[in-house]
């Protein structure tokens, strides 16, 4: 079946420096992914999708600039939280969207980030 | 603004028992729907989908669509212990997004 990688699982990162999460498909193209983010006891919130070779779609009230996506191939896409706050911890999650699959949405694991 | 509607729970089933989890949505152009299961920690990961009216079968699973009332239903027979988890239904309209509802939080005791 078809699998997301998601990388690092979790990090701890002093306040005011950048943080790199990467989202891989691993056994196929996905040409759109997506980047979510769920607070405790909240649902998924999608912060952006994101389009290989094109610009992020940011959703209203996510600050394009601090959260930086860059989805240079049909298999990766990387979320940089740049300028942490505790305010940014929280459960970051991609989803990518298998090329020619109208349903076939598959998650990475996550990434919990800590803003310390 | 689209909205996916999840009664939060949590919902408490007897071992063996039928969980019944319900959800319904607002925007009458939505296509496709789709139930997740969340352990806490975890990301989500897919149990099935549906877009068609009627009712669609996976193993325990049963997920029931009704476009008219705007209401989407997932049905675990024969519950066990470890299906207690978060269930999230989520929605894909127009485009390739999926909107999830908060989801609602199942209990199965032994």
């Known amino acids: 079946g078809a699998v997301v990688s998601q990388h690092p699982s979790w990090v701890i990162c002093k306040s005011g420096t950048s943080v790199k999460i990467e989202c891989r498909s691993l056994?196929?193209?996905?040409?759109?992914m997506f980047w979510y983010r769920q607070f405790p006891k909240q649902s998924l919130m999608l912060m952006a999708t994101s389009n290989e070779g094109s610009k992020a779609t940011y959703e209203q009230g996510v600050e394009k600039d601090k959260f930086l996506i860059n989805h240079a191939s049909l298999t990766l896409s990387t979320l940089t939280v740049t300028s942490a706050h505790p305010e940014d911890s929280s459960f970051y999650i991609c989803s990518a969207r298998e090329d020619n699959r109208d349903y076939g949405y598959t998650f990475g694991s996550g990434t919990r980030l800590t803003v310390v | 603004q689209k909205e996916v509607e999840q009664n939060s729970g949590p919902l408490s089933v007897p071992e063996g028992a039928i969980a019944s989890l319900n959800c319904t949505y607002s925007?009458?152009?939505?296509?496709?729907f789709f139930w997740y299961r969340q352990y806490s920690g975890k990301s989500p990961e897919l149990i099935m989908f549906?877009?068609?009216?009627g009712d669609k079968e996976d193993g325990r699973f049963t997920a029931q669509l009704n476009k008219a009332s705007q209401y989407v239903s997932l049905l675990i027979r024969d519950s066990q212990p470890s299906d207690s988890a978060t269930y999230l239904c989520?929605?894909?309209?127009?485009?390739?997004?999926?909107?999830f509802g908060k989801g609602t939080m199942l209990l199965v005791s032994p």
């Open positions: 549906i877009y068609s009216n």
């Open positions: 925007d009458r152009g939505s296509q496709s």
């Open positions: 989520a929605v894909k309209g127009g485009y390739s997004t999926l909107t």
């Open positions: 056994d196929f193209q996905a040409t759109t």
